[in-house]
């Protein structure tokens, strides 16, 4: 059993102990799921497809010994090595082509959500999970070289990741179609770049997990309220469409010389966004047009007052009796562990 001692007076050790963290991607990922056992988080369910090549030596915290084996086995050793009463439930696989109802079976009862992937198609995916459950979501993400890192969290009452990036998903949809992808190769980021961006997550994850807390990091998440966005610059020369936005947005003068790099910017969603299709479909949000004289004007009629505040979660731990809907989700949960697809293992 891991000691915690050390951390109690910072962390809520005994919730994380009973967390249980659902994490897509163990490529960048696989430190990162690490990290958090070493911090006492419980129960973790790891989802890749890829197994461990040579090549990703260098920038993931695998082995030599681990070339050829799955990832996720790779990385629930290693969990385990650090917490032997860890619960590890890994599976081997590409998440996106589970049915809604598996998925909500392997991944409902988790407490967060870690998109750790540099596929669109599977952050949307994830997405979609975290509405559809109510289960609070992290993406974190590397730019193209390791310029510069994007962390974006959400739970109930948050815009959603699909609302935030929907330019982006709409132009990998259009490239889609025309059988090209524009997911960021993410060949030149070092270890060095993740290190930084998976610790601020790393951050984000605790302090959703142990939200309330009485400590730094049980504030977190209230104390960052609706600046649900973040952007980390890694490269001094890093810029966003020409302009040096985390200067900017940190209102830091051009004469300042202590001002170099490795600075995060917290942004909420200033613009009046259209709901996506996925709060639309699952959250039930709208937006109603005004005519205002020579304009027409979009307000969102019924954000907050949806399935956000008293479904998914919430709902399903209110209840002392197992309801139809779980039943079927206890049931394909079974189907799934009969699949021989999916790879997993309860512990060994
Ligand atoms: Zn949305």
């Known amino acids: ?11 809520d050790t005994e919730k994380l102990r009973h967390a249980t963290v659902g994490i897509f991607g163990l490529g960048g990922g696989t430190d990162f799921a690490v990290d958090l056992a070493r911090n006492g988080v419980g129960n973790f ?73 540099d596929n669109l198609e599977a952050q949307v995916w994830i997405n979609r999970l975290a509405l559809r459950d109510g289960i609070p979501a992290v993406w974190v993400g590397l730019y193209p070289s390791g310029a510069a890192g994007e962390i974006i969290f959400w739970k109930p009452g948050l815009d959603c990741y699909h609302c935030l990036c929907e330019h982006r998903i709409r132009k990998h949809e259009a490239a889609a179609e025309e059988r090209r992808s524009l997911d960021p190769p993410s060949d030149g980021v070092t270890r ?44 001094p020369d890093w810029q966003l469409n020409g302009r040096d936005v985390i200067r900017r947005g940190l209102g830091i003068a051009e004469e300042c010389d202590a001002y170099i790099s490795w600075c995060t910017i ?46 998914g979660k919430e709902l399903s731990a209110a209840a002392d009796e197992t309801t139809p809907q779980e039943e079927e989700a ?14 997993q293992e309860l512990g060994f």
Request: hydrophobic content about 40%; overall charge negative; proline content about 2%.
């Open 1 to 11: 059993m891991i000691d915690l001692r050390r951390l109690k007076q910072t962390l």
């Open 45 to 117: 369910r790891l989802t890749d497809l890829d197994v461990v090549g040579a090549e990703n030596i260098a920038r993931q915290g695998f082995q030599q010994a681990d070339v050829g084996t799955p990832k996720v086995k790779a990385t629930a050793k290693k969990i385990k090595a650090v917490n032997a009463e860890a619960s590890v439930l890994y599976f081997h696989m590409d998440c996106t082509k589970l049915t809604d109802e598996e998925a909500d079976a392997l991944f409902g009862d988790c407490d967060v959500l870690i998109a750790a992937t």
């Open 192 to 235: 060095f770049d993740v290190g930084i961006v998976d610790a601020i997550a790393g951050h984000i994850v605790l302090g959703l997990l142990t939200e309330g807390s009485d400590n730094r990091f049980g504030r977190l998440i209230e104390r960052l309220g609706d600046r649900n966005f973040l952007q980390i610059k890694l490269d």
């Open 266 to 311: 917290a942004c909420r969603n200033g613009a009046t966004l259209m709901p996506c299709r996925d709060c639309v479909e699952l959250r039930g949000h709208r937006f109603e047009e005004t005519n205002c004289g020579e304009f027409s004007v979009f307000h969102r009629t019924d954000y907050g007052v949806d399935r956000d505040l008293v479904g």
């Open 330 to 343: 206890e049931s394909v949960s079974k189907r799934a562990a009969d699949d021989p697809q999916v790879e």
